[in-house]
């Protein structure tokens, strides 16, 4: 029997978490690594948190850029100063770019760095024209404007 992995769509896409659920339940998958190492947290019920281990990077070394419903962060270490022999290099310092895919109504509320990891924080931001809104069930008032232009255009 042929599985597959649907882990790589859902891997760099924020606010999908319903079909990420249903996917994960349905086909067990093993996670690739990838540079850097990344978290992506629900934190409540609109929000969101995407956390980053970006050890060796500055936050001037950083970019996060919001483009057409795609968050793109990426990294490159300036090299100035002297360089010392090194013997092992266990922390990554090279340059990234990562891309993560954002629902629609995801918005970046900002983003700091603490103790290495970079934490983005995301909101679902729903514009009111989308919000479920409560429809009052009248007698000869609303029936009466729908009827009548001119009191319908006083209305609005």
């Known amino acids: 029997m042929t599985t597959v992995d649907f882990a790589p769509l859902f891997r760099t896409a924020i606010g999908f978490d319903r079909l990420a659920r249903l996917v994960d339940t349905t086909a067990s998958s093993q ?3 990838s540079y ?4 992506i947290e629900k934190t409540g019920d609109d929000t969101y948190r995407l956390t ?3 050890a060796g990077f500055r936050p001037e070394d ?7 419903n795609t968050l793109f962060v990426s990294g490159r270490v300036a090299n100035a100063g002297q360089k010392a022999e090194i013997l092992y290099r266990g922390i990554a310092g090279r340059a990234f770019e990562r891309r993560f895919v954002l629902a629609d109504h995801i918005v970046v509320e900002g983003a700091d760095v603490q103790h290495g990891l970079l934490h983005v924080g995301l909101k679902r ?5 989308l919000k479920p809104r409560k429809i009052v069930i009248g007698g000869g ?3 009466a404007i729908a009827n009548d232009p001119q009191q319908a255009a006083q209305a609005a």
Not at 62 to 68: N, P, W
């Open 36 to 39: 850097p190492p990344y978290n």
């Open 141 to 143: 008032e609303a029936a």
């Open 125 to 129: 931001v729903v514009p009111e024209a």
């Open 52 to 54: 980053m281990a970006v």
């Open 31 to 33: 996670e690739a690594q």
């Open 62 to 68: 950083l970019d996060i850029t919001v483009k057409d």
